[in-house]
């Protein structure tokens, strides 16, 4: 499922030509990879600017995971 939901994160960005402009790192199992029964894995978005990030953001909320779950954080305090 997740490699679902990795696969056509990075096919959004590359439609909308945003490829040149970001890279998405990952994904990479989080420091505690199960919570709850929960696995968990990370991915990270760089971009130049806010603008940009916001709108990559914004077509990537629209994907409809599954059963996996997608959680956004903007600005992370920690990477746990």
Not at 18 to 29: C, D, N, R, T, V
Not at 34 to 47: A, D, G, I, S
Request: glycine letters at 4%; hydrophobic letters at 40%.
């Amino acid at each position: 499922e997740f490699r679902r939901v990795l696969f056509r994160s990075q096919s959004e960005i590359a439609s909308r030509g945003f490829e040149k402009q970001s890279s998405l790192l990952g994904p990479a199992p989080a420091p505690i990879e199960k919570l709850r029964n929960r696995w968990r894995w990370q991915l990270y978005l760089r971009t130049p600017n806010a603008n940009l990030r916001a709108e990559i953001l914004s077509n990537l909320q629209s994907l409809k995971p599954g059963k996996a779950r997608l959680v956004i954080d903007i600005d992370p305090v920690s990477m746990l």
